[in-house]
């Protein structure tokens, strides 16, 4: 029987995934329901918790995009980009890391990726190498963000085990390491440009060849009168919940008893609420002091993403956590042994599950609760914790294929067997050593 579920619940997320936007979100309902009513599975706790974060984080990062802040930062990044065209292999990537770990989010990189490859075009650079590992480099970054719907979906499942404190400092450095060691796979990947054939075929069209060669000056509005401050607001929300995470009896604490949402069963406020407290707070005083509207804030393009997020989450987090739930003995009894001599193995679940169902927070929440069941290690987990970016792997998530459009040399693209791609190796590379790094440095910090 578990086989027949275990069909279901892939064939929901393989049409799901082709359907885009909230198709895994639909998609894991149908599942769940033929679950429920065909073979009376006792239906598990919905994702409340992880799905209530995404919306006061996106929330607050659209209201930052509707102040003006994001563009701020855009140009700020751009400067940078710009300051080191030879380094742009090391630049773009650096870049699009910690602005995704200071966003909580990877949809900054769209404005990013554009200049990326600008860049390098100019410096005669191949594009693919700097593109393919900044798109790399962002997604790790969602594993090692305090504000990231991925790690509130960890602290949740470690709660009362770890802090938000021991997440950081070893995600984050690791992380860091697994994209250094990306940059270096990517630092000769592919021909330079005065040596590629194609491009250089293409340089003999003029209106092409003009297009490379032009001066980008762009003109552009004047900032918003708040988009520094909104800026400001949101980086002090940001350290006030690393605070938080670091000094938790900041917090008051109301005695032990019944557990909810918001209070676990000691009595102290727990680090989902605090997130979801510190966000919407902050962009309620973006709102005030930069005067802008709730009708901006819900007009802005990350709000529609974040919607379609949680839709996406609600859906086949819901199913996974069905299947798991009423299979775990028999998931248990399989796994366990293997999983308990070399906890490293329950990496290679996650990124696959991570592969299908292309959400960090998604695959975090679906299986990383198993792995506490297993008896594998907190700290383990949290090293195994970048593991979940295997959403690169098919060639479908939104970051690979605007990489791949902004790149008009065409070097950034997909094979001809779909996973042979411009970012299968850095990708490969920088989890494979995000992890490692992750175990040596769990061993050494937590």
Wanted: charged share 15%.
């Amino acid at each position: 029987m578990i086989w027949l579920e275990f069909a279901i619940l892939l064939a929901a997320i393989l049409v799901g995934a082709r359907m885009k936007g909230i198709g895994l979100g639909v998609m894991g309902m149908v599942a769940l329901a033929v679950y429920i009513f065909l073979f009376r599975m006792r239906p598990a706790d919905p994702p409340i918790d992880v799905m209530l974060i995404i919306l006061a984080v996106v929330t607050t990062a659209a209201t930052l995009q509707a102040a003006g802040g994001m563009d701020y930062l855009v140009r700020l990044a751009e400067k940078i980009l710009r300051s080191k065209p030879s380094l742009i292999v090391l630049m773009g990537p650096l870049v699009t890391y910690f602005f995704t770990l200071f966003a909580g989010t990877a949809h900054i990189t769209y404005s990013l990726l554009p200049i990326i490859a600008e860049v390098s075009t100019k410096k005669r650079i191949r594009p693919e190498r700097s593109l393919s590992i900044s798109v790399i480099s962002a997604h790790l970054a969602i594993t090692a963000s305090p504000i990231s719907a991925a790690t509130a979906a960890l602290l949740t499942i470690l709660s009362g085990k770890m802090e938000l404190l021991d997440i950081m400092k070893v995600c984050i450095p690791a992380t860091i390491i697994g994209t250094l060691a990306g940059v270096a796979v990517c630092w000769k990947k592919g021909k330079d440009l005065d040596k590629d054939p194609v491009f250089l075929e293409q340089m003999k069209d003029p209106a092409f060849a003009a297009s490379i060669n032009a001066d980008v000056e762009e003109s552009r509005e004047p900032l918003k009168p708040g988009a520094k401050t909104s800026v400001i607001i949101f980086a002090l929300a940001v350290l006030l919940i690393v605070l938080v995470g670091a000094f938790p009896n900041m917090l008051p604490s109301f005695g032990e008893g019944a557990g909810n949402l918001s209070v676990d069963a000691k009595g102290h406020v727990k680090m989902a609420a605090v997130i979801e407290l510190v966000m919407l707070a902050s962009a309620a005083v973006m709102m005030l002091i930069t005067r802008t509207s709730a009708a901006q804030v819900a007009k802005a393009s990350l709000f529609n993403s974040g919607a379609q997020a949680v839709v996406s989450i609600f859906g086949v987090v819901w199913m996974s956590a069905t299947f798991m739930q009423t299979n775990a003995a028999v998931i248990e009894a399989t796994l366990g042994d293997m999983v308990r001599a070399a906890p490293w193995t329950f990496a290679i679940a996650l990124f696959i599950l991570s592969i299908l169902l292309f959400s960090q927070a998604a695959t975090t929440k679906a299986l990383m609760p198993l792995g506490m069941s297993l008896g594998i290690a907190p700290a383990h987990l949290i090293a195994m914790f970048p593991a979940v970016n295997g959403d690169f792997f098919l060639p479908g998530y939104p970051t690979l294929l605007a990489a791949i459009n902004f790149d008009r040399t065409g070097s950034t693209h997909i094979g001809k067997f779909l996973v042979n791609h411009s970012f299968m190796i850095p990708g490969l590379v920088s989890v494979a050593v995000s992890v490692a790094a992750g175990f040596f440095l769990a061993g050494i910090l937590v």
